[in-house]
Structures are given as C-alpha cells and as structure tokens.
C-alpha cells in the first residue's frame, strides 16, 4: 500500500454512496483520505466521511490521480462513461453498477461466491461486483453448487422501491400520502401507481420478453457459477421502501434433505440462518443487517432434488454497499 491512499467515492450523494461511506468507516477501511465525486447537478453537497464534512465534488474535473482506487455506485452510464478513464489513469476501479456484466474483460466478482476473481483486474484496471439481488441469491447457491452442483434455480424475487433509487422512495411515499387523504396519484418513477399495488416487473423488458434486471441476474449468476447452471427469475416491484425478499426454488444434481442444506448454509459467510418456525422479512429483520437471511428450507415434493428457501437482505446495506468495500478491504490488502 502506497504511503498516502486516497479513495474516490464516484455517486456519493446517493444512498448507496453515503452507505459505503458509512461503511468504510465502520469496517476501519485503512485509507488516508475520502473523495465524494458526483455530477455537476450534485456538487458541493455535503457528505459525512472519516469523522469531517466534505463537499461533493464534479467528476468531471477531477483528477484521477489524486486517488489510487475508486468505488463506483452510481449509474451504469456514469461507469461506461468514467470508469475506463479513471482505469487508464492508474485508478483501480470498483464498479457496482452493472455496466460491465456482459465484458468477459472485466472479472465479476461476488465476494461470498468467487473472490478470487479481484486478482484478475489487471487486463482493465478494473472490476465489476455482482448486483445486490446477484449476490443476495449466490451467497446462498455457492456452498450448494460447491457440494452437489445446482443445476436450475427458479426464483419470484419482491424488490422494494428504493432499487428504483431516490425516486422510487418518493413517489411511494407521495402516492401513500395522497390516497391515504382520498387524492389522486399521478406515476412517474414507475409505469403505475405502486401504493397499495405491486409491480409484475422491475424496469425495462427486452426482446426475450425478460427485464433487464432479471436478465443481468441471468448473466451474473452464470458467469460466477458456470454457464451450465440454468436461472429462471421473475422479479416483481413491491410497495416496501427497503429490503428485498426471494422465494428460491433449486434443482441440485444430487439429493440433499432440507437438514443437510441447513447444515451447509449455517457455515456459509454472509449467510444467517433463521431459527426454526422463524420467517424474517425484509424490513423487520433484515433491515441494516450484513447477511442474506434464510428461513423456510424444505424439500420440494413436485422434484427429487429439489430444495426451497425464502431469502431477505437490506438491499442497500448488503445488496448496494457492503460488497464494493468488502472488495476493497481484500484489494488493499492483497492486491495493492
């Protein structure tokens, strides 16, 4: 590590990049200093990092030298757009927006499925972490693969407002308000009212008839886990402000009963298995929490390998943030 380190935080007015300032101060990140970097339209709000207030400053003036690894959580065109030039100026690069998923260039890396994938940066200067939902789900399937192999996961994933971002958490917080006061609401983050409603898919459809973001769960999770392994998603948008919530349905390749699963998953990191009779939910129980929680582990009497689960995670905390410094406590410790 060089004797003075400085860390860029590109999207740090965000909610997720104010949780991975929190982070890294929580976790004792070993860094000498915190750049805030975000767009013009967020310059020179304030943030709080390492104890002190620091204003936000324009990504487009900065210099990428000033910092030697940089953790991007903001928008996927943000990173298409400033990741490549932060790499080529010597930055190492986190990127946990999604932009780089399909970029056999760019190691994927989840840190509870293959974090042995950091040291394959070089090629790029830069690295992509798996989306929350991604690494939520693989934290769970990796010690099964890793025993027996999983050969299909079909899972409904309920995804709360706040994966929409800031506007998300609005609008539902406005349509609640206005129907709880008999007024009309009129949608603009999502396509209709999601008060009191839910959603039967999460942004963008694409010409497979999947949505974008149930296909970068696809690509992810092949990618980590070996194109072989067949992932059937459909994830739907809830009126829950945080925390995200799977109802997981596997295929191993060979049988394990619901005990020896549990006895797996309770040795698993980043994976707290729930008491029996206990099923958590997302803003109860997984709220501000590290670990994907699982509950519900039984055999699937349709399959004779089959195996369900319930999963919910803090879709910010776990899901947004805590990967990204996860990666960059190993990448400082032993890659720089």
């Known amino acids: ?42 310059v020179g709000e304030t943030v709080r990092a390492l104890g002190r207030n620091l204003d936000i400053r324009d990504v487009a003036d900065f210099d990428w030298s000033e910092a030697r690894l940089a953790l991007f959580v903001g928008t996927a065109s943000d990173s298409l757009r400033w990741a490549d030039v932060a790499a080529e100026q010597g930055c190492l690069v986190l990127d946990a927006s999604g932009a780089f998923v399909t ?22 200067n830069l690295i992509a972490l798996a989306s929350g939902v991604t690494s939520q789900l693989l934290a769970v399937l990796k010690p099964l693969h890793a025993e027996v192999g999983v050969a299909r996961v079909n899972l409904s994933g309920y995804l709360s407002v706040s994966g929409a971002g800031k506007a998300g958490v609005d609008e539902l917080a406005s349509q609640t308000a206005a129907l709880l006061n008999a007024r009309p609401v009129e949608p603009s983050c999502f396509p209709v009212q999601i008060a009191f409603n839910l959603l039967g898919q999460c942004g963008e459809l694409l010409d497979n008839g999947y949505s974008r973001e149930e296909w970068q769960l696809v690509l992810e999770s092949q990618r980590v886990l070996g194109q072989e392994v067949a992932i059937n998603p459909t994830l739907a948008r809830v009126p829950v402000f945080y925390g995200d919530a799977l109802a997981v349905h596997l295929e191993l390749h060979q049988p394990l009963d619901a005990e020896q699963v549990k006895e797996l998953l309770r040795s698993a990191p980043g994976v707290a298995l729930s008491d029996e009779g206990e099923v958590p939910s997302p803003v109860v129980d997984a709220n501000g929490r590290d670990e994907v929680l699982v509950a519900r582990v039984r055999q699937d009497f349709s399959h004779p390998q089959g195996v369900d689960l319930w999963l919910v995670a803090d879709n910010l905390r776990r899901g947004a943030a805590l990967g990204v410094v996860q990666a960059a406590e190993s990448v400082l410790r032993d890659y720089l």
């Open 1 to 42: 590590m060089t004797a003075q380190l400085g860390v860029a935080v590109f999207g740090a007015g965000t909610a997720a990049g104010q949780l991975v300032l929190e982070l890294i101060e929580e976790r004792g990140l070993p860094v000498d200093t915190i750049i805030p970097l975000g767009s013009s339209d967020e």
């Open 103 to 124: 970029d056999d260039e760019v190691p994927l890396v989840c840190m509870e499925a293959n974090p042995e994938a950091l040291g394959d940066y070089r090629q790029r």
